[in-house]
């Protein structure tokens, strides 16, 4: 863009008008909502080599998407190309690079470019942004987009160093790593564990999960979709539009009541917790095996999940399900707090990432006016954001999943809100003449008294949570992950949020 075309403001001292940190789902969304209002000047930072995000490091053995894809894309590329309802991993990943490189969003990533820190010049009004390379990139305006699901975790056991063999987590899959023929060992069963224990079943020697919480399952209404299915929806695309809508309004029907509203219908989630565990029951076949696997927490407490084929891995000989704590990792294996150590060739971490701390939220220093730090400020005095877009003290600074942005079923749902909530303001200040953008105070406070207000009502709350060890809940007890509202409010609200919310100067 030519400095002309610029926005408002903006003087020849910056490099661009907008960075966007993180070249995942977020980062293309962000750029294309950015393309589509007018705003050309901007760069997009990816500490990788390649464009992708969670699903290009992730890419373990049976990953696959737990939601389908009519809702599971972006509204405005939907693709007729998927094998199935619930695509698979690499799919995916095909799928983000083919939008960007639709959009033309792939010609404005920098690869291998690692952030270090963004830093405000109140004096200048621009953002610096310092890469490890130390190079340092000035604009006006800044997009933290580099995702939530960033760091993973590996568990803090005594000695797992120690083990003699390999030890790889699920979000940081190592493609040589061979396991067939071998005695494996997966810790966890959350959302990775059980799509990669069955995919590696088959295969091994023999495999011990060990489970320290066991998690909600529902079965997978999945299905391959045929050739003549996807030439009908490449013909006639308002059709994954309206099952997109239809798969939308069940959810709101669902999560609405039995997740925002659980206080005044908790016998929704009682009865779907029931028949979850009548399901289970179908699919495992020694009863002493069942009750280990009911949770004790309700629905929804931790991320549930779908599969059909987890829970018949235990009924093989050979996959044993361990729920004895582990004492320690030793050379040859794993010793559970009843003393017996069973030897292992692989260890398998399926242990999550790390999410509510100051290195991963957000997973980049930013230091705002008067030297605040974002990370530390959010770990010492909650995690809070303006509808989770802005915070005050922090101008021109845009947040994807930010606290409190997540609302409805669908990540793309998020991509949407907070997309639309950065073009309005930019918008604006485009009209206005204006170049710098805050969120007032006031608006900041009441916006997260509201949230405090509503998320009684909400299951994590009002539920039994609290033997669920959900990553939902931080160190201060709150849940910025989950904005207490479906996901269509949420998406009204990124469109008619009150512009008198900010100051544009």
């Known amino acids: 863009m030519a400095a002309a075309e610029r926005l ?58 737990d939601m389908p894809s ?31 490189a639709r959009f033309g969003v792939d010609a404005r990533v920098r690869t291998g470019c690692s952030v270090r ?101 529902m079965s997978k209404p999945d299905a391959e979709i045929s050739e003549r299915t996807k030439r009908l929806f490449s013909r006639l695309p308002f059709l994954q539009r309206l099952l997109r809508w239809a798969v939308f309004v069940i ?13 005044k219908f908790p016998f929704l989630v009682d009865r779907l917790e029931r028949n979850l565990v009548e399901w289970m029951r179908s699919q495992v076949d020694d009863p002493a095996l069942q009750e280990k696997l009911i949770p004790d927490y309700s629905f ?18 050979y996959v044993e399900l361990v729920t004895d704590s582990i004492e320690r990792v030793e050379p040859e294996g794993i010793r559970t707090t009843d003393g017996r150590l069973r030897a292992f060739d692989v260890v398998l971490c399926a242990t999550g990432y790390s999410v509510f701390d100051p290195k991963c939220m957000p997973n980049f220093e930013i230091v705002g006016r008067a030297g605040r730090s974002l990370g530390e400020e959010w770990a010492a005095d909650r995690y809070r954001a303006y509808e989770g877009a802005t915070v005050p003290g922090y101008p021109n600074l845009f947040l994807f999943m930010g606290p409190y942005s997540a609302a ?24 206005r003449g204006a170049s710098r953008i805050e969120v007032r105070d006031e608006a900041f406070r009441a916006d997260f008294r509201r949230v405090e207000r509503r998320r009684e009502d909400t299951l994590l709350f009002a539920g039994r949570c609290d033997s669920s060890n959900s990553y939902y809940f931080d160190a201060h007890g709150d849940t910025p992950g989950l904005r207490p509202v479906t996901g269509g409010q949420h998406w009204l609200r990124s469109r008619t949020f009150p512009l008198g919310d900010y100051t544009f100067d």
Not at 38 to 65: M, Q, S
Not at 71 to 88: E, G, K, L, N, T
Not at 179 to 192: D, F, M, P, W
Not at 201 to 214: C, I
Request: with cysteine; proline share 5%.
């Open 70 to 100: 009519f809702i599971y894309s972006y509204p405005f590329a939907m693709s007729a190309d998927w094998d199935h309802v619930y695509p698979r991993g690499h799919q995916i990943l095909d799928y983000t690079r083919e939008t960007a």
């Open 117 to 217: 820190r963004s830093t405000w010049d109140e004096g200048e009004g621009v953002w610096t942004t310092s890469l490890e390379s130390g190079e340092q990139i000035r604009s006006r305006f800044l997009v933290s987009a580099s995702g939530l699901l960033v760091d993973p975790q590996l568990p803090e056991i005594e000695g797992l160093e120690t083990f003699a063999g390999p030890v790889v987590h699920t979000g940081r899959w190592d493609p040589d790593l061979e396991l067939e023929g071998k005695r494996v060992a997966v810790i966890g069963t959350g959302a990775s564990a059980i799509q990669v224990v069955p995919a590696i079943v088959e295969g091994v020697a023999a495999l011990s999960v060990f489970q320290r919480t066991p998690i909600w399952l």
């Open 300 to 317: 929804f407490c931790k991320r549930p999940s779908f599969s059909n084929t987890y829970y018949p891995c235990f009924n093989r000989d």
């Open 8 to 65: 408002p403001g903006l003087r020849a001292n910056i490099d661009h008008d907008v960075v966007i940190v993180g070249s995942g789902f977020s980062g293309i969304g962000a750029a294309v909502e950015l393309q589509r209002r007018g705003f050309h000047d901007y760069v997009i930072l990816e500490k990788a080599d390649a464009i992708g995000g969670t699903w290009r490091d992730a890419a373990y053995p049976g990953l696959e998407v």
């Open 251 to 263: 959810v709101e029907l669902t999560l609405g009541p039995g997740f925002i509203h659980y206080r």
């Open 408 to 431: 409805g079923a669908s990540y793309f749902t998020m991509i949407d809100t907070q997309s639309r909530h950065m073009s309005r303001l930019l918008v604006e200040a485009r009209r």
